[in-house]
Structure formats: structure tokens, C-alpha cells
């Protein structure tokens, strides 16, 4: 191997670990119900922008999956970290309806200045900002919409609890 080329591979993967979160796992982070309250009020202002009149209800919650956070590098190792999750729930929602709402969903998105994808009947935004990422998936053989939102990880009570694997 050339020396330039090990150069650029170790440039690539010191960006990786960069990118992976591997520069540490931090030892204090808001709590997983503060981590809620964040995500869920980023849903709510974004349903109030852009419900064109569907009715989401079914909140359902979350803030004991760690399956996303493990010991970066390894992909396993579970930390003590979770994600506060969030999800709600519009049905029935005709295809016309949905294709409008992610249509309305990406651009008010966009305009917050979050990172978008969209595939067919999935959309997501992430921003490094606030550290939360927010989908919303339409399912036309259930003819059911779900919008939902996760935080990074996070410790339940904001510091490491007794057993946690940092």
C-alpha cells in the first residue's frame, strides 16, 4: 500500500469513528424523560404546522430502548444509554391524503433547516442541532400514517446509573 493511500485510509476512519460517536460516551446528558418532552415537543409543532386537518392520536412513548446505544466501533455492548421515542398514529388516511402530508411534512422540514430523505411512502429529518430524528411512514394496505420522533442517547437520569457500561 502506498503511503498516500494509508494516509487516506486512516483519514476515513478517523472520520468514521468521529462520526459514530466513538470519541467517548458523555457523562452527563438530559434526562430520558427531558429527552421526551424535547422530542415530543419538535411532533407537536410539526403537526400543528402541517396536520392538514388529519387527526393524530395513539401517542405512544418510550424511553427504555437501548437497542441503538451501544459501544461505538462494536455495534454491541449495550451502554445504559436509551432513546426516548415517540409515535403517533392517523387512520383511516386515504394515499392522496398521506402523499400531501409528507409532500407538506418534507418541506417544513427542509425549512427548519433538517436533513430530509424521502422514499416513497417514508420520509425522515435529522438535525445535528437538537439531536433527534423524526419519520413519519404511510402504510396503504393498513391506510395508516405514523409520525415519530427519537432523541440521541441518553441516560435515564441524566448521569450513569450503578451497573451502566459507558
Known amino acids: ?12 476512519i478517523a472520520a468514521a469513528v468521529l462520526a ?18 424535547r422530542v415530543d415537543g419538535h411532533l407537536r409543532s410539526t403537526l400543528s404546522a402541517v396536520a392538514g386537518g388529519l387527526r393524530f392520536s395513539g401517542r405512544e412513548t418510550d424511553t427504555d430502548d437501548g437497542s441503538s446505544c451501544t ?3 462494536t455495534g454491541s455492548g449495550f451502554t445504559g444509554q436509551v432513546q426516548a421515542q415517540i409515535e ?4 383511516p ?22 436533513d430530509v430523505t424521502r422514499t416513497g411512502d417514508h420520509i425522515g429529518a435529522y438535525t445535528d442541532r437538537d439531536n433527534y430524528f423524526l419519520a413519519a411512514n404511510y402504510n396503504p ?15 435515564r437520569d441524566g448521569t450513569p446509573r450503578p451497573g451502566d457500561d459507558p
Open 20 to 37: 459514530g460517536g466513538c470519541a467517548g460516551t458523555p457523562k452527563h446528558t438530559i434526562t430520558a424523560q427531558k429527552a421526551l418532552e
Open 141 to 155: 394496505e393498513r391506510r395508516e400514517l405514523r409520525l415519530s420522533g427519537s432523541s440521541e442517547c441518553v441516560w
Open 93 to 114: 388516511v386515504t394515499a392522496d391524503a398521506a402523499g400531501r402530508f409528507l409532500d407538506s411534512l418534507g418541506s417544513h422540514w427542509k425549512s427548519r433547516s433538517h
Open 1 to 12: 500500500m502506498t503511503p498516500s493511500r494509508t494516509h487516506l485510509i486512516l483519514v476515513m
Open 88 to 91: 403517533y398514529t392517523a387512520s
Open 71 to 73: 459501544k461505538a466501533m
